[in-house]
Nanobody, 122 residues
Framework: QLQLVESGGGSVQPGGSLRLACAAS????????IAWFRRAPGREREEVAC????????HYSGSVKGRFTIARDNRKGTVYLQMNSLKPEDAAVYYC???????????????WGQGTQVTVSS
């Protein structure tokens, strides 16, 4: 069974950068479309970015478009989220998950992992 593990979180100042990684155990994620979601305290979990497995097309939420980049390295079986120009409102626990990706809509399925914490403060 595919299980995804997130890593790369940390604490940065506003304007800083982080790169998150999503790797799989139990199977390869190379045959799945993958999305990053995040949940901030007191808020609903929200989609951040998705990448398809077929043509590597991507979709971003409006709040991160132009600052975040999702990419996959199938040789390493890893999906990355490069986050630049971080803002305090980006602070959250970030999760990766398999999704059905069609027409810029990404519907998660499978199990949520533990996530990785991103803190943005001065």
């Amino acid at each position: 069974q595919l299980q995804l593990v997130e890593s790369g979180g940390g604490s940065v100042q506003p304007g800083g950068s982080l790169r998150l990684a999503c790797a799989a155990s139990g199977a390869t994620l190379n045959y799945h479309s993958i999305a990053w979601f995040r949940r901030a305290p007191g808020r609903e979990r929200e989609e951040v970015a998705c990448i398809s497995t077929y043509d590597e097309s991507t979709h971003y939420s409006g709040s991160v478009k132009g600052r975040f980049t999702i990419a996959r390295d199938n040789r390493k079986g890893t999906v990355y989220l490069q986050m630049n120009s971080l803002k305090p409102e980006d602070a959250a626990v970030y999760y990766c998950i398999t999704v059905h990706y069609k027409g810029n809509i990404c519907r998660p399925f499978g199990s949520w992992g533990q996530g990785t914490q991103v803190t943005v403060s001065s």
